[in-house]
């Protein structure tokens, strides 16, 4: 869906283009946004590779084994429904611990296995379980600590003070998530049916 929509924008915008005969500007505007891209890309790949590099060999050393099995015990408040020591539990902390990291890209390939796990455990296939809901809640809030990407993004824009955004990117992700985790658990009540 979302795809279809950047297509319609795209096609509009070039559409008014021709219209208002600024057909230099798109083929520019085209031009100088790849290169941005690009030139985005090649600046900001290294830290994240670095960061994904630390975070496979956190996975393979067990490191994330055990810092899942610490976060444990505080993860089975948040999804009572998932039975203890069960797969799931372990890749959604490694999620929440590579999002803390601020590593939405590395974090994604264990939210997704962990969706995929916490469909097993769903009776009804055809709709979210309640564990599956609060899961996603947490994800998209992003608890961050350290938020490599935005920092990256700032040095590479010439940033005299990039890391002057860490307390601010703490407090409101915290905030995110708590209010996210509020909301969840009182609509999870109201609807327990």
Not at 23 to 52: G, Q, R
């Amino acid at each position: 869906m979302v795809n279809i929509i950047w297509i319609i924008l795209i096609a509009i915008g070039i559409l008014y283009g021709i219209l208002t005969n600024n057909l230099e500007t798109i083929n520019t505007t085209i031009v100088d946004s790849t290169k941005i891209s690009l030139e985005m890309l090649f600046k900001i790949f290294p830290v994240l590779a670095l960061w994904m590099g630390i975070t496979k060999i956190a996975e393979v050393s067990g490191l994330l084994k055990k810092l899942s099995n610490k976060l444990s015990p505080l993860l089975t408040k948040f999804f009572p429904e998932i039975p203890v020591g069960h797969e799931s539990l372990s890749l959604i902390a490694s999620n929440m611990i590579a999002n803390i990291f601020g590593l939405g890209s590395a974090a994604t390939p264990f939210g997704l296995k962990a969706m995929s796990s916490l469909q097993k455990l769903n009776k009804n296939k055809k709709v979210a379980s309640r564990s599956m809901i609060t899961f996603l809640v947490i994800n998209t809030s992003g608890l961050t600590l350290i938020p490599t990407t935005i920092i990256s993004l700032r040095m590479m824009y010439g940033s005299l003070e990039p890391t002057k955004i860490v307390m601010a990117c703490i407090i409101s992700t915290f905030f995110a998530t708590l209010g996210g985790i509020v909301i969840d658990k009182l609509l999870a009540r109201r609807y327990k049916n």
